[in-house]
């Protein structure tokens, strides 16, 4: 056995499945999961001592690579003054200044501990500031696993929803309607069938988790429009897309502004961080100052506002210049592999990317809702996964999860990439 195979099996004896999180556990694969012993920019290294150039990148977090070295230095300085107060602390403070300095949408902000934190804030915010229940979701899009947003598509009326997971109850799964992405039409029947009941509209204003399925301005523009019509609120849940596609993320790229943004990931760097940002007026409704309630033993903790300033401090323009051409690079390689790999068994495929982030799928065009993504990706992938794992090429284990660039993929690890392709 070997000794992935052996922590593997003692790791199952202890936790559901072997893993903290399912997306880990390889499910569907016909191999175990890597225990990542180190990293180190583009790449990690596993426990048996092979390595790998990393496109999962911790699921996005790190826009500047593992370990980058400042970032190590600013924590390690950190670690020094001890690593949790629950108290005020000048830290959190520096974070809040500074994103609220450079993002021209956000007046204020709260921290918490991970992106489901801040959805499931926002969501209990926008109700609490509109006095209203439902929750418009769409279809493909990922909030964390905030039990209303754990929903799926129902039989029925426009946006009907039932729980996708056990253990949601009916009596919170009917307050979320569900809708496909693009439905234009969907969205003004379930404002016309729940008149003055829809507190808000979420969406993942670049859906992110469930393959990449990029919408236009123009939908994200209607949402905007119809929601301020309705007196509703609309939450961009930048959780993936903040500081990733732009530094103001799609809020910056399409210049909508959203009444919640919600964000994690990049935010804290790698250390566990997430944030609601809004408005004062209708931030002004969380606790101490209003009566919707919200808090956290852990929320700022001064680690986790260190490194999430330090990396945050790093991103400019030439960062995402950067990215962009990094990403322009890593599709035409794929693309090439992909049409000329023994014997074309992977030819129908392609690279669909949004800057830094991508996806690769059977079929020749990018798409936008889950209804076009193709019915064998997962069969096909659990082929792709296992061959490109073996060459040293490690991509997100799942066949709908996007895969990451960061800033440590330069040309030198670009041209590795292609050595180990063809390999
Ligand atoms: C990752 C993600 C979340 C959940 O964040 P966690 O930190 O995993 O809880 C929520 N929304 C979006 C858009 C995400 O990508």
Redesign the pocket.
Known sequence: MSKQTELFERSKQLVPGGVH?PVRSFKGLPITPRFVKEASGAYFQDVEGKDYIDFCMS??PLILGHKNTEVEKDLIEALGRGWSYGACEPYSLELAEFLIENLSHVEQLRFVN??????MTALRLARGATGRNKIIKFDG?????VDSMLIKAGSGLAGEAEASSAGVPEGVAKDTLILDLGDKEGVIQCFKDHPGEIAAIII?PLP??NGLLVQTIEFLTFLREITAEHGSLLIF?????GFRVAFGGMCEVTGIVPDIT?Y??IIGGGL?V?AIASTNDIMKNLAPLGNVYQAGTLSANPLAMVGGLSTLKKLNEETYHNLEKAGQKLEEIFNEWFVGYNDGEFKDYHMTRYGSLFWILPGGKDIHRVGEIPLNLAGRFNKLFPLLLEKGIYLSPNAYEVGFLSQAHNDFVLEDLKKRLWS
């Open positions: 999180s699921f996005g991970s992106g489901t934190e801040a959805v899009c990922y909030h964390g696993h993942e992110a988790n849940d930048e959780v993936i897309s919600t994690g990931k566990p997430g």
